[in-house]
Every structure is written in C-alpha cells, then in structure tokens.
C-alpha cells in the first residue's frame, strides 16, 4: 500500500496552481447523461472519484476520452442501450455516484442505484435526495440496498422546500428537474458555488434554471438538451488547504488559478488569525506569518466555514498562541483526524461536535493514518510543519480529491514523497 514520506520544517515558496473542482465535476459529469450530444469539460481534476465517476457512465453505455495532459473529458451519451443502473461496486466507493438518479429519471423514467451506505465521517443519509425527487412525481422503492425509481409519465414541476441544506441533493434535484414538465421552485438549497458551476453548465446546454434568491431557484422544464462546452471551475478546498500550507509554512507562497471573491469567509478568518496575504482578484501571496492567533469558528453550508477545510484550519490552530475552538455543524464523525495530529504532539481534545485545540504546540513526525480525504491532507500539513519525518499510511483517500499535491508541493521546495 502506497505512503507519504514528509521531511518537515522545509519552508514553502513558489507558485502553486490550483485544479479544476473536483465537486463541481461530479455533478457535471452526471447532469451529462441528461443529453444525447457531445459534453466537453476542460479543466477537469483528473483524480480518482472523478476516473470513478466516469467508469461508471462507461459501464452505463457513455464513450468516455480523458485527455490526461490537457485535462479535458469528452463525453458521449448517445446510446440506444444506456443502462439505467448504477450498481453498488462504484456508489460505494464514490457517494457522489447516486446524483446519476436524477439524470437517469429524467432522461429514461426509470432508474436503480445502489444506496451509498456508510462512510468513515458519518452516515450520510440519502433521505433528502429521495424527498425532492418523490415530490417531482417519482416512485420510489428501496429493496435490496438499492433505490428503485420510476416516473413513468416522466417528471412534474412543483414546489419543494428542503428539509435541510444538502448540497448533494439540491444538485440531484435540479438536474432532474431540468428536463421535467412546467415550472419547479426550489427553496432551502444549498448554494455552494460549485452548485453554481452546474447550473451554468445546465444553462449552456438549454436549460432554463434560475437563482431567484440566495437559497431559491426557478427551473423552467425543457425537453432536450444539446451540445455544450464548459469549463469547471477552480477547486475553493484545494486552494484553502494551499492556503492554510503558506499561512503554516510559506514565505512568499502565490496561489493562483482561483477565484479570492468565493473564499471570503475562510480569508477573513485567517486574517483573523494573523495570515499574512495580499489578496488579488485571481491570486493569493501569503507571506511569512510568525505570529498565529487563536479562534473560534464553525462549519456551515456556503457561504460559512466548509466542512471539507476543518481538519487542515486545525492544523494551523495548533500554531495558534493560545484556544481555539472548531463546532463541526455537517457531519457528525469529522474528527477522526485529531488522535493521529495528537500522535504528533498536537494537544486537541473533543467534545461531541466540538473541538478545542491549545497551541502554540510543537509537532514532531510520526506514523500516521489517513482516515479520509481531508483527513489525509491535514496530516500532510502536519508533516511539513513537523520535526523530523512524517509518515502517512492510507493515501488512497488523499488520491480521491488532490491532483498532483506532492508534485504541487514540491514544486515549491517541501519534502514529500511517494513510498510505493
Ligand atoms: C458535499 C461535498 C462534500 C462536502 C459536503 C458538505 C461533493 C461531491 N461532496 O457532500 O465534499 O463535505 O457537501 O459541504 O460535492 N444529509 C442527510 N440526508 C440527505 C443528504 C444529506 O441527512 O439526503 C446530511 C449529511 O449526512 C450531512 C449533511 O446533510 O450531515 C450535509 O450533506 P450534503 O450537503 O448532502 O453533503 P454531500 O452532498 O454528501
């Protein structure tokens, strides 16, 4: 089983460019299977869910070309015997997979798909899927852990209010809604920007959708969608984690390739803490920041703090002179990272959805678990900051969501190898 080797205290400079989103792409890649014509992505993360992802509309019946260089997808759907199925060996290993339902139904009027089921940060339910899809006129059964949906007369707008912020269900639910007759309201949804990239993306092939407010959005139905070409935008999580390295360990560590008016919330709170950066429209420069504070902040649906940045800010807060204190708010398992940073010297104690971390702490490298992707790259950080040398077991989950890290890294003079 392959392994990062980290040789810490090596100080970060250079340019980092950032990825294509890697949960913008899968989404996109699902919403494909609505039209028949050719979809072209560009800038597309070439990363393990994503490879997933298409394995499974290849399996389905799409002819697939990944363009490994340029980072581009082409997709093709048009086959008379497209299989509606999306079985378990994929949906189990990428839970993004089960957005292929709302595509299936709309575009065939039956769809099986393996429920996700379980996963190291939680159990991820998929009941608000299945609400907003119900509500659109679909009939749906569970047997056998799948998820038996048919909408025989094909889907109907309507008005659907989320129970609760889900970001893979608001996605599931507009795509399906795209090609349903009349009008869907949707309210409550989840306004991540990735959700954003897919409705333009909709929108570019024929759809008619709509943000009528922050959490609401208008879906006209059409009937078919055509050929489109469509950039995916840059990875917010990825260009976080990069920044949170340079606020770690940089002196003059450039992240481009982003868009800074999406990540304001989490640039206010590193300001907070003392990072230093000069913020441009498309680039961050973080400078050397000796002097780290502590703080209190907690997850949230976008525009809040991201769940998928907690483990990697924890690292920083470990530098922090003083308290500061993370309250998890989206899933209830997500902090399985803290005994292996505590292995390393961290001092970070739990409590239910809290965390409560005492700095300045110095770590020192270990043998460490990956539990899951963030988890992983938390401890990345932790080993360019450490003494001596880290190594992290597990990096398959890492290879799930960051493209090229170690290459990216060492571009920029950090020590990180592979161990195969
Ligand atoms: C997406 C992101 C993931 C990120 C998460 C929250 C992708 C591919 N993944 O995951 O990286 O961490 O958003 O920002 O984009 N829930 C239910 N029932 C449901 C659906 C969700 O109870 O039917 C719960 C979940 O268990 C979780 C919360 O709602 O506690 C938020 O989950 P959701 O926003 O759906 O996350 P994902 O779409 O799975």
Redesign the pocket.
């Known amino acids: 089983m392959q392994k990062l080797k980290v040789k810490g205290k090596n100080i970060l400079s250079g340019e980092i460019k950032v990825s294509g989103s890697?949960?913008?792409t899968?989404?996109i890649i699902a919403a494909s299977i609505l039209s028949e014509k050719k979809i072209d992505l560009k800038r597309v993360p070439i990363v393990k869910?994503v490879v997933t992802m298409c394995h499974l509309l290849k399996y389905m019946g799409s002819k697939i070309k990944i363009n490994y260089t340029k980072k581009n997808i082409s997709i093709n759907n048009k086959n008379k015997k497209f299989k509606n199925v999306a079985p378990y060996s994929f949906v189990k290993t990428m839970?993004?997979g089960v957005?292929v339902l709302g595509s299936l139904l709309a575009r065939f009027g039956k769809a099986k798909v393996s429920l996700p089921g379980g996963c190291a940060?939680?159990?991820?339910?998929?009941?608000?899927?299945?609400?907003g899809l119900k509500k659109l006129g679909a009939k749906i059964k569970i047997k056998n852990g799948y998820i038996f949906a048919e909408a025989k007369q094909g889907l109907i707008g309507t008005q659907i209010k989320f129970p609760?912020?889900?970001?893979?269900?608001?996605?599931n639910v507009i795509i399906a809604a795209s090609l349903a007759k009349g009008i869907t309201y949707l309210k409550n949804c989840?306004c991540?920007p990735?959700i954003k990239n897919l409705t333009d993306f909709l929108n570019k092939m024929g759809a008619n959708i709509t943000w009528s407010g922050k959490r609401e959005i208008k879906i006209i139905g059409c009937k078919k969608l055509k050929q489109v070409s469509h950039q995916i935008m840059f990875d917010r999580?990825e260009a976080g984690t990069f920044i949170i390295a340079g606020a770690l360990i940089g002196k003059k560590l450039k992240i481009l390739g982003i868009q800074t008016n999406l990540l304001n919330t989490e640039i206010k709170i590193l300001r907070k803490m003392g990072v230093k950066m000069q913020i441009k429209k498309d680039h961050v420069n973080i400078l050397h920041s000796p002097k780290i504070k502590p703080v209190k902040i907690k997850t949230e649906?976008?525009p809040g703090f991201?769940?998928?940045l907690q483990a990697q800010i924890m690292v920083l807060m470990s530098k922090a002179k003083g308290k500061s204190q993370i309250k998890e708010n989206?899933?209830?398992n997500r902090f399985m990272h803290v005994p292996e940073l505590n292995r390393m010297g961290a001092k970070i104690y739990t409590s239910g959805n809290l965390s409560y971390i005492e700095g300045p702490q110095n770590l020192n490298g270990a043998e460490v678990m990956a539990t899951d992707?963030?988890a992983s790259v938390s401890l990345v950080l932790a080993g360019l900051i450490a003494n001596n040398q880290t190594i992290i077991n597990r990096v398959y989950h890492l290879d799930r969501?960051y493209e090229d890290l170690e290459k990216k890294l060492r571009k920029c003079k950090a020590k990180i190898f592979r161990i195969f």
């Open positions: 890697k949960n913008a899968l989404p869910d839970r993004a957005i940060i939680g159990t991820r339910p998929v009941d608000i899927h299945l609400f609760s912020i889900s970001v893979g269900a608001t996605e989840a991540e990735e999580i649906p976008y991201p769940t998928d989206i899933f209830e992707l963030r969501g």
